[in-house]
């Protein structure tokens, strides 16, 4: 028979775990978790062994029934034990509890008794097929496990159970200071019916001071206090407690008020948290003593509005106590901090628990019970409010018409029941009832409560029209919970039933359907929809809190945000959970998505994004990072990037000369100069090595391409009209040539940079006159500031003048840079930013009004030359100033007024007498050859044709100061 059983429990077993499977894939949960959650255990637990099993129960303090006598004595006889006797279940056993569930209905019997609880442990002697242990607690429980199985996997079970056991032989230490804090205890102790001594009166609420709510008498606490004493005495207590059908019946009819607060803990697993971290509310108060945050600020603001009827809380003691465990919680979980109606739950808590007790109940109810009710989105009440409209909807069809035809916000009116658990809404009295069974069955309590009372108002609620009135009825309902539902009933029995009686009954009789797995249903249902409207929201509400970013549209700042926090992975946008900062390899990535020159690649942190990149890339953050926090908010990602996308040149210049400006002197040393020098060669990289190209390139194309026009044209002797002039589908141009050119263009301003940046350098010390020379071993050498050995520094107006020489870098800081950044890039597009000459080719051919443009003025330039042959050079000149305004027409050369002081004044008017001298060549040059060692390859690559461009804009750099 025996056998049989164990196959069937199998086979059991075997459809519990695909079920848990399934529930795991629907929930992200493991299968541990959902256990966890299911027994109230302690987050971190996992099913070490497990095992069919019949529980036998008896105490020491009391006579064992008679038919638990009878079934001991089968056994001893050696008989059968009867399957109807005791309770059979599954037996888990995790790292600290040993924990069984009935197999058809856990309030027939249930347990989780922690470990360090344990006193004995023998085994039995029974028959070979039947495995019995005998575990005795410090309560004096003695619970009876006869393991229902093959003898191997029952040997292995009580092998794991022995193992476990020493494990937990240090938390043995930690059971009786614990046990002093439980009034259980305390009362077993006093009637002597526990062996343990307690000699002061554990610590409790504020109602041991202040009284409890109610009265006393009416509510007949002293018999439901004896009804738990002859309970605790025979099923155990605190850690060790046998949960029977009593204990759920006396949990329904109203709890102790002395032993209310240890029932709580002991039904929602707070309990557990609290004997594992004995100490640890204290020492987060004490290590966060004076400390200030934004919580504490909003905790002020809401304390004198904590339940404000109950006399405590108009006095300080009850103040500091409710401050104390709000102000610890924020420190334990700062993520959320402190949210709306926390304050009226902790103070209700507060009536009949410690300071202590209240904070680790506070924590499993954030964590565990009502996740995303008290967050920073608050998306699991807004979340069951939609779940709760859609059980009224089904439960009742014909009220639920009439709300969305007058369009009444049934979770205005909700909202206050479940955020607060109803203790805003009823009389503290009958809200006290509703929590206690809350704690034991959990939030299908909230539900079933809530649809008992729209259906016993049903009725009266069809007649209202808006939402006032609506409210108005169900708080005249609150007002008379005391009152008799059937005043008028000939039946003395019906007369007595009060409305609060009938609330119970319906919620718990007809809305029983209610449950977990339906609710759950729900959820799924319209979790989607619910995330989706809090992420608009919070999307949209940090978005209109940013700083003003000028250069942005507010379509790029919706792309922004969404990039963002796709590299923010850990942060989790609509449960308001995780950083929502961006460290250093996150700002890699996104500056990777969205720049022409930032290369990332997934790997070790050290190695990400490549060498070259880094440097520069470290600038920008640390020059981004506002709060000097090792990380980027939303806000400093924006301002920076619309600092970077300038479109005034010199506005531009500008700001990149803050990046190197650390110290905000206004002016950079000679580490900074090679460190820009640098990070600029990283910048143009793409158009330094020809798979980006620029304006000025393009420019050269489209030059190209309408000279090809007019050979054509004038080979076949044809004149169209500007605007009809035909543009081949395809015109064969020296495509390596004109990517050498640009190549070679930038290495040449790579090198014109360095070469002024040093020559036009400043000395530190200002009494160091520019035109004075350094005479050294009668040999005639620059001035101070040109000395290698001496610090020099280059300014704002000096750095512009070395930008603004340079067509190139002109070019890069007005348009290129700028261009080379991509906000407005789709967050699920890819697309190639690169713009080769073929695709260059293509574009033009595609729309050719600037090629034939050029085409009808070279046209008009052969005719003018074949006319005046005597001022050819004039008119070619001319033409070419003409042509050149407009192929510049989209370039930004408004350079401003450049403020140039005496200084630099002075410098200029030398600049056109000083000999160019090559630093590398000159130790007078401002940097000495081992400085400037990374830019042989650049000099090298440098042409003639590039040494005269050089020496050509020189020569204009002194005709701008002059003008």
């Known amino acids: 028979m025996a056998f049989f059983e164990a196959l069937r429990e199998k086979a059991v077993s075997t459809l519990n775990q695909v079920l848990d499977n399934n529930k795991q894939s629907e929930q992200s949960l493991s299968k541990d978790e959902l256990f966890c959650l299911e027994h109230r255990l302690p987050t971190g637990e996992t099913v070490i062994d497990e095992s069919a099993a019949e529980i036998g129960v008896k105490s020491e303090n009391t006579p064992p029934a008679s038919a638990t006598a009878k079934r001991d004595r089968k056994h001893s006889d050696g008989h059968e034990p009867s399957p109807q006797a005791f309770p059979q279940g599954r037996l888990y056993l995790t790292q600290h509890f040993l924990v069984f569930r009935d197999a058809f209905d856990r309030k027939t019997c249930s347990f989780a008794i922690h470990l360090s609880t344990f006193k004995k442990v023998e085994r039995l002697p029974t028959r070979s097929y039947v495995y019995a242990l005998s575990v005795t607690t410090h309560s004096r429980i003695v619970v009876t496990l006869y393991l229902v199985g093959v003898r191997p996997e029952s040997e292995r079970f009580a092998h794991n159970l022995k193992l476990r056991l020493k494990d937990n032989l240090p938390n043995v230490r930690k059971l009786q200071p614990f046990i002093q804090t439980c009034y259980s205890e305390y009362l077993l102790s006093k009637n002597n019916v526990s062996s343990e001594k307690i000699e002061e009166v554990p610590p409790g609420g504020l109602g041991l001071k202040f009284k409890f709510p109610g009265n006393v008498r009416e509510s007949r606490d002293k018999s439901k206090m004896k009804l738990w004493f002859d309970l605790l005495r025979a099923d155990g207590r605190n850690l060790s407690v046998i949960k029977s059908p009593m204990f759920f019946r006396l949990v329904r009819v109203g709890l102790p008020n002395r032993l209310r607060g240890e029932i709580w803990e002991l039904c929602c697993g707070s309990m557990y948290e609290r004997f594992d971290n004995q100490g640890e509310y204290e020492r987060i108060l004490t290590a966060n003593a004076h400390k200030q945050s934004f919580a504490r600020e909003e905790i002020e603001k809401d304390l004198n509005r904590s339940l404000p009827e109950y006399v405590a809380y108009q006095q300080p003691e009850g103040i500091e106590r409710l401050r104390r465990v709000l102000t610890a919680y924020s420190w334990k979980n700062p993520e959320v901090g402190y949210c709306q109606a926390m304050n009226i739950v902790v103070a209700a808590l507060l009536i009949y628990m410690s300071e202590e007790q209240a904070f680790w109940c506070l924590n499993v109810l954030c964590d565990r019970i009502l996740p995303g009710y008290y967050s920073k989105t608050m998306y699991g009440t807004l979340l069951d409010q939609r779940v709760f409209e859609s059980l009224v909807q089904e439960t009742m069809p014909i009220l639920w018409e009439h709300i969305t035809k007058y369009d009444i916000q049934l979770s205005v009116v909700s909202l206050p029941w479940f955020l607060s658990s109803y203790l805003s809404s009823m009389p503290l009295v009958f809200a006290f009832r509703i929590i206690d069974v809350f704690f034991l069955q959990g939030p299908k309590t909230l539900f079933q409560v809530a649809l008992a009372i729209i259906k016993l108002n049903g009725e009266e609620l069809l007649t209202t029209e808006d939402d006032g009135t609506f409210i108005q009825i169900l708080k005249g309902y609150f007002q008379t919970l005391d009152q008799s539902a059937h005043p008028n009933s000939p039946n003395e029995k019906y007369r007595s039933v009060t409305n609060f009686q009938e609330l119970l009954v319906t919620a718990f009789k007809e809305f029983s359907i209610v449950d977990e797995t339906l609710i759950e ?443």
């Open 521 to 963: 249903k729900h959820r799924k249902k319209h979790r989607d929809t619910i995330f989706q409207n809090i992420s608009t929201f919070v999307k949209r509400t940090e978005l209109r809190n940013l700083p003003k970013t000028s250069n942005f549209t507010p379509d790029m700042l919706s792309i922004l945000y969404d990039r963002f926090y796709s590299v923010v992975e850990s942060y989790n946008v609509t449960m308001g959970s995780g950083s929502s900062l961006m460290d250093f390899k996150g700002f890699e990535k996104f500056m990777s998505e969205i720049c022409d020159w930032v290369e990332f690649e997934e790997g070790d942190g050290n190695n990400s994004g490549g060498s070259s990149c880094r440097p520069f890339l470290s600038k920008l953050f640390h020059h981004w990072d506002s709060e000097s926090q090792s990380a980027l908010t939303l806000s400093d990602l924006a301002v920076g990037l619309n600092k970077l996308c300038e479109p005034d040149l010199m506005g531009a210049i500008q700001n990149f000369f803050e990046i190197y400006d650390t110290k905000n002197r206004g002016k950079l040393d000679r580490e900074s100069i090679l460190q820009m020098s640098e990070d600029l060669l990283y910048i143009t990289t793409p158009w330094k090595e020809g798979y980006i190209l620029d304006r000025i390139t393009e420019i050269a194309i489209e030059n190209a391409i309408a000279d090809k026009i007019v050979e054509q044209q004038r080979s076949s002797g044809e004149n169209f009209p500007e605007d009809m002039i035909p543009l081949p589908s395809e015109i064969d141009i020296d495509r390596q040539k004109l990517e050498n050119q640009q190549i070679e263009r930038y290495l040449s301003a790579a090198s014109t940079f360095i070469n002024r940046a040093f020559e036009y350098a400043q000395p530190e010390e200002e009494t160091v006159l520019l035109e004075e020379l350094v005479i050294t071993d009668n040999k005639i050498s620059h001035n101070a500031a040109l000395n290698p050995n001496a610090p020099v520094f280059v300014n704002l107006p000096t750095f512009r003048m070395v930008v603004l020489a340079d067509e190139t870098y002109e070019l890069l800081f007005s348009k290129t840079l700028r261009e080379s950044i991509h906000v407005d890039k789709p967050l699920d597009e890819k697309f190639n930013t690169v713009r080769n000459l073929r695709d260059m080719f293509d574009g033009l051919l595609a729309d050719g009004r600037k090629v034939a443009t050029k085409v009808r003025r070279r046209m008009d330039s052969a005719a003018s030359n074949a006319l005046h042959t005597n001022n050819s050079d004039n008119t070619s000149m001319k033409s070419s100033k003409s042509e050149k305004r407009d192929e510049e027409e989209d370039r930004d050369d408004d350079f401003g007024v450049i403020a140039i002081d005496d200084t630099d004044k002075d410098l200029l008017l030398s600049a056109e007498a000083q000999v160019l001298v090559d630093p590398i060549k000159t130790s007078g040059a401002g940097a000495g050859k081992e400085e400037l060692s990374r830019f042989h390859k650049a000099e090298e690559e440098a042409t003639k044709k590039n040494e005269k461009h050089e020496h050509d804009h020189e020569e204009n750099l002194i005709e701008f100061e002059h003008d």
